[in-house]
């Protein structure tokens, strides 16, 4: 996978920003795309440790996710291990993402970070690989 | 498809090779394996062997007629790493879509 920075901007200030995306009660009125429910879930991102999410299509399909916080410095940033299983629960490549809140005039700007984990080689073709055939995959599929 | 060969289809494409003989016989249809020899720029027998770990994950099949082979990938493997996760930028950009609206209503 590319790595992935997405930047969006809020008229909330750095503080409940920082609440909307670390929170689990806050978090799971957003995380994923829509029409997905997260049934399954420890997605508590306001300390370090364990997370995961298990969200449910409307045709019933599962995508189970997971990762460690590694990283929190309230308001500014987050960072945490992101890996999808597959469905006998066998976790796949790691990559790893990063929330950073930049204080602004009026509200705050958030920017996700997606990257691949580790600066080998190997993994770097091995993220670029399943992205690149998966966005393929999208268009060649449907 | 075998779930259990998901984690195998995975690693099989994990490499630039082999990807880009598997995009090209996505884009192409079946192709003969000279065919492959010809363009990928790497030796005969290095071909032979990722078309074999490619098809031993279950990526591509063989088709053979007299002493020819064919490859063409199968659709069934890759629609299921395709179902199995969701694309990082569309997870994103969807999930900021729906905390955007979530704060706006709050502030109203």
Known sequence: MSDIRLERSFGVSPERLFAAVTSQADLLQWWGPEGLHVPEHALDLSQTGPWYSVMVNEEGQRFKVSGQVTSIDPPKSVGFTWAWHDDEDTRGPESHVTFSIVAMEEGARLIVDHRALGDDEVAQNHEMGWGSSLNKLETLIK | ?108
């Open chain 2, 1 to 108: 498809m075998d779930m259990t060969s998901l984690a195998e289809t995975f690693s099989a494409l994990a490499d630039e090779n082999r990807l880009a003989m598997v995009e090209r016989l996505m884009t192409e249809g079946e192709l003969p394996a000279g065919a492959l020899v010809q363009d990928a720029g790497i030796s005969g027998p290095a071909i032979s062997r990722h078309l074999r770990v490619l098809r031993e994950a279950g990526v591509i099949s063989q088709r053979a007629e007299g002493t020819k082979r064919f490859y063409s990938v199968r659709r069934d493997a890759l629609k299921a790493i395709s179902n199995w996760t969701i694309d990082h930028r569309y997870f994103w950009e969807s999930g900021l879509d729906r905390l955007e609206t979530m704060l706006a209503e709050e502030s109203e």
